[in-house]
């Protein structure tokens, strides 16, 4: 069987390797990785190829020779660490493939800058679309990669757009190497600046904890409001329990309004996205207000009629719908075709919006339906005196696939 070493060679200075990787170098003579990775071994006389593509490397993988050949994948940084290790993890068939660690981007990085990254919010931006402003808002210390169109200027930029140009930023390049350098500033500063893309940040908000969501139902004064209708915070805590999103869900909110909704999705799905589908320009508006607000990227506002807007949207994982525009039934079978095992929450506060779905589902027997009529009475104070005053009551239905 083949022995594949996969090594971490850290920042990229060869004087960082530890002594496993260099050892698992010196026993590899088949090198494999990028040029800035392979340039330090151009003279060791073994074969090299510059590729860091998982099929190139499976199929010079499958050409070598198990008897004679022992070949090495050099990956930047640590081999756990947003790395390459991960992408070919599992598709070297009939290899026995070995893992090195290396020193990481932030590791160096925090002891560069003298301080402990044990307490840090770590996020991706390159290749990736994690939500940064939120990481920032929320916690004390974030380190981030960046790359491609997410620069250290241009996610500083968005930082300022959601008021926080004031946190401290520190931004390394070309880690390691003899052009390395570090520079400081407030994320209003550095977005004026100007960095290679393949850069990384460690972001410090003193000011931070201000907002972070431990239970659905946010209180409704949190949000701006206007004569746009919104889902309350007790008829948004059942669906959001009913509904269920998970970390990484895609999810559409259908007939958004405000964006209580929306946003309380954003804030669950952290690592997934949510489209906000709303027609209503005044409500399409006060939606982008909030999403400011919140600070919630993973969110994106889609305006115009639904129906014909989630025909090109990616297949969801969980649906709610706040308002259907009188295309209800449509709207659920675009849904099931993309995602058969979609789970869909239904609000609605009028009898024949109940009946419409109650025929919808008798239809389609393959999933259950749940019906809640959710009523809610609110204290108001009168004189030394507090009455209940009565909410609409509001039918929430749940739909979930059976299992078979």
């Keep these: 069987m083949l022995k594949v070493n996969i090594i ?7 004087d960082l390797l530890t002594g496993a990787a260099r050892q698992a170098i010196a026993e590899s003579n088949i090198l494999i990785g990028d040029k800035r ?9 073994k074969k090299v190829y510059d590729t860091i593509k998982t099929s190139a490397i499976a199929e010079i993988a ?17 081999v756990g660490f947003f790395s390459l290790a991960k992408t070919i993890s599992g598709k070297l068939p009939d290899c026995e493939c070995v ?5 990481s981007s932030l590791v160096y990085f925090a002891a560069k800058l003298q301080m402990s990254w044990d307490d840090a919010k770590i996020v991706s931006m390159h290749g990736r679309q994690q939500n940064l402003v939120t990481a920032v808002a929320q916690n004390k210390k974030v380190f981030s990669l960046t790359g491609g169109d997410n620069s250290p200027q241009s996610l500083c930029a968005q930082l300022c757009e959601h008021g926080l140009g004031h946190v401290q930023v520190y931004v390394g390049e070309n880690l390691s190497y003899p052009e390395e350098k570090i520079t400081s500033g407030t994320a209003e500063q550095i977005s004026a600046l100007q960095f290679p893309s393949l850069s990384v940040m460690m972001l410090l908000n003193e000011e931070s904890g201000g907002f972070t969501p431990v239970v659905h139902g946010l209180a409704d004064d949190l949000f701006l409001r206007s004569k746009v209708p919104m889902t309350k915070q007790e008829v948004r805590s059942v669906s959001m329990s009913k509904l269920m999103p998970k970390a990484t869900d895609l999810i559409y909110d259908i007939g958004a309004g405000t964006g209580s909704c929306s946003i309380e999705l954003a804030l669950l799905a ?35 009629e639904a129906l014909e807007n989630i025909r090109s949207m990616p297949a969801p994982d969980c649906v709610f719908v706040g308002g259907s525009g009188g295309d209800l039934c449509e709207m659920l079978d675009v849904i099931y075709a993309k995602n058969s095992s979609c789970r869909v929450v239904i609000n609605a506060i009028t009898v024949e919006t109940l009946a419409e779905v109650a025929a919808y589902y008798k ?20 004189g030394n005196y507090n009455l209940m005053m009565a909410q609409n009551p509001v039918y929430v239905m749940t739909a979930l696939k059976k299992e078979d």
């Design 37 to 45: 990775m392979l340039s330090a071994f151009a003279e060791s006389g």
């Design 270 to 304: 952290k690592e997934g996205r949510v489209w906000a589908f709303e027609r209503n320009p005044v409500a399409v508006e006060l939606l982008g207000k909030n999403k400011a607000l919140f600070g919630v990227q993973n969110l994106e506002i889609v305006a115009g």
């Design 363 to 382: 239809e389609h027997q393959e999933y259950s339906l749940e019906i809640v009529n959710v009523f809610v009475a609110r204290s108001k104070h009168l």
């Design 8 to 14: 971490g060679i850290g920042p990229g200075n060869p």
């Design 99 to 103: 893992r090195y660690c290396g020193i």
């Design 62 to 78: 499958a050409q070598a020779d198990p008897e004679r050949d022992v070949v090495a994948v050099l990956v930047s940084g640590d």
